[in-house]
């Protein structure tokens, strides 16, 4: 079967931003901003993007041009013979169930929101009604499980009706209005009375913020999730390049996509954190910031009904787009590892999706007692663990060390495919830097982010998840290792 296409460039440009923008900029960002400190950790948190998540992207975008597959058979294509590297796949799997269980609830969340702003539950409320409202939906498993199905069934009949008529078509649409939407609402924001406090801790760094939080834990947390809001390292950037052609050079079209989904993240920062200082919402409140500042946005603007039912549309449309993304990556998988139909592949994924993202949805009220990361934490808290700081970031070694050793598809087959067709060139003489450093760089972060995150938690406990850590360490540096003897290809398998 003849490998799908993009229409357009900019269908490319904006479906692959659109998998990257996402909750990972208008809901995780915000607050983990506020977390750690406002500006100081912006300025850490782009840096990441430029010597982490630039070069990492484009790894990820080459390996699916060059296959023309997605993670599920793409190392099969490119690997040398006797290679290891094809068993990473079952990783960058689970990886990819693993973000859905959690991801496809909160976009329902997202949707639920738009429906009650736009029958006027919140107008007129107080911010402690706000919340209320939040913590009543958390504790409602039929609420929940309602609309996580309903995302699911939307996201699905979006992949199943194909690339270029669903996914481009659709996605195209919807983040444009979602761009123009936000810069409206920002400049709305700022002008609050009392916004000021709120952009001079958003735009002027206090670096004496990161020690109160611990520089680690600061460090860490901007790793994280410079992988998490660009999608890479599970294969979720690779579905789309293998969906492109070679006129256009990887490295331009890396640029646009981390351009795009930076100004979105710092843009929804300006729309949360004037409105948290100026109706005294805690700028570091958690996951919920975005569900109760903004309503409280919408009750003092005019016809902020509208405006608020509109927001909350395309802001699920945002995480519609990330989800969509990653269920083409599932849907892939079907049809390249089995040999599925797109429709078979789509039907067995709904069952299976629906399934294993109930547990997630009882988190919050049945099963709100099991902490599996201490007290507090619940089982999306997990979930979002096990993608945010283990696979997206080891995948991300993955495609650096397969796109770079000897042992895997190697340089040479990398810049040439990087550079294919006309743009930006990507540059040759930071080799070394991602042979040698970049792998280390991001493998002492991680394992600094166990120990910050553990070792408080009793001698038992964090030599449990210490173990942990290492053994995904070691199947990672395991897999890049000869399995026999065998000449090194001089050019990708076709």
């Not at 079952?90 to 991801?103: P, R």
């Not at 498993?141 to 699905?156: D, Q, Y």
């Not at 834990?217 to 992988?227: D, H, Y």
Request: aromatic share 16%; with cysteine; glycine share 12%.
């Amino acid at each position: 079967m003849k490998r799908e296409k993009f229409g357009s460039r900019l269908g490319f440009i904006l479906v692959s931003a659109g998998c990257a923008i996402g909750l990972g900029n208008v809901w995780k960002f915000p607050y983990m901003a506020g977390q750690y400190g406002g500006a100081a950790f912006i300025l850490i948190y782009l840096l990441f993007l430029v010597i982490l998540g630039m070069p990492i992207i484009v790894c990820e975008f080459s390996v699916g041009r060059a296959s023309q597959k997605s993670i599920a058979t793409s190392y099969n294509v490119l690997e040398p013979e006797g290679s290891r590297w094809h068993y990473t796949r079952w990783f960058a799997i689970a990886g990819n169930y693993l973000l859905v269980m959690f991801y496809s609830m909160v976009g329902g969340w997202m949707l639920y929101y738009c429906f009650r702003m736009a029958k006027g539950e919140f107008t007129g409320v107080t911010a402690e009604a706000v919340t209320e409202k939040y913590d009543s939906m958390l504790q409602s498993p039929g609420t929940l499980m309602f609309w996580t199905i309903l995302v699911i069934l939307l996201s699905f009949w979006i992949c199943s009706i194909g690339l270029q008529k669903g996914v481009e078509k659709i996605m195209k649409a919807t983040m444009l209005c979602l761009l123009a939407i936000m810069v409206v609402l920002a400049v709305r924001s700022i002008t609050l009375a009392g916004a000021s406090e709120g952009l001079r801790f958003y735009l002027i760094p206090d670096f004496g913020r990161l020690k109160e939080a611990g520089l680690g834990n600061v460090i860490f947390g901007a790793m994280s999730q410079s992988f998490f809001t660009l999608s890479i390292g599970m294969g979720g950037m690779a579905i789309f390049g293998s969906y492109l052609d070679k006129s256009r050079s990887l490295m331009g079209e890396s640029v646009s996509i981390v351009l795009l989904d930076t100004f979105v993240a710092l843009t929804a920062g300006l729309i949360v954190f004037p409105a948290c200082f100026a109706f005294g919402v805690e700028p570091g409140a958690g996951p919920g910031l975005v569900f109760i500042t903004l309503p409280n946005i919408f009750t003092q603007m005019p016809g902020g009904r509208f405006w608020g039912a509109l927001f909350f549309l395309f802001l699920f449309f945002a995480a519609l787009s990330t989800i969509v993304g990653v269920f083409e990556n599932i849907v892939s998988f079907g049809m390249d590892l089995f040999g599925f139909s797109r429709r078979k592949s789509v039907g067995i994924n709904i069952v299976i999706i629906i399934v294993l993202s109930i547990p997630c949805i009882l988190g919050f009220n049945v099963l709100a007692g099991l902490q599996p990361l201490g007290s507090g934490s619940t089982v999306m808290d997990l979930e979002d663990f096990l993608v945010s700081n283990n696979i997206l970031p080891l995948g991300s070694v993955i495609y650096l060390m397969f796109c770079t050793h000897k042992n895997g598809w190697g340089w040479d087959n990398f810049i040439r495919e990087a550079n294919s067709g006309n743009g930006m060139k990507f540059p040759q003489f930071i080799r070394g830097y991602m042979t040698y450093v970049l792998p280390w760089i991001v493998v002492i972060i991680y394992l600094k982010g166990y120990y910050d995150k553990f070792s408080t938690q009793g001698p038992a406990v964090f030599a449990i998840w210490m173990a942990v850590g290492i053994a995904f360490l070691l199947m990672v540096f395991m897999v890049s290792r000869k399995k026999k003897t065998f000449k090194h290809q001089t050019t990708y398998r076709k």
